[in-house]
């Protein structure tokens, strides 16, 4: 079931901050994001369910990546110097004080946007 703040739903909030994601690594010559429309499905899954944590805690960059490295660990992720799905690997299994500013900026994006659609945020 989708929380709605605002009218707008987790699902649509996580394509935005999909697609701010995908911005931010571009900016930084990684071009390795898909289109929302084009991302795998357990893809758009971890995102919504960041989303909804967001939407009902208040949430550190910190926090925000802990949950989400909670939720790759219980469906058998590990870590692995490249992304792959298939073999379940990604580089960012690791505690958030370990992970290389790059990827730390992506947790306070995260937060950045889903923030502004909670209730009294402008």
Not at 69 to 95: A, D
Request: proline share 3%; hydrophobic share 35%.
């Amino acid at each position: 079931m989708d929380i709605v703040m605002s009218r707008v739903t987790a699902a649509q909030i996580a394509k935005i901050c999909h697609n701010v994601n995908k911005a931010y690594c571009e900016s930084q010559n990684d071009f390795s994001q898909s289109d929302w429309a084009d991302a795998p499905e357990w893809q758009k899954s971890s995102a919504i369910n960041g989303v909804k944590f967001h939407l009902e805690n208040d949430v550190s960059p910190e926090m925000s990546h802990e949950n989400w490295l909670k939720q790759k660990l219980e469906e058998g992720w590990v870590f692995g110097k490249e992304k792959n799905s298939e073999l379940k690997t990604h580089p960012c299994i690791k505690r958030y004080d370990e992970l290389p500013k790059f990827q730390r900026a992506k947790d306070s994006l995260f937060k950045a946007v889903v923030d502004s659609f909670k209730e009294g945020t402008v």
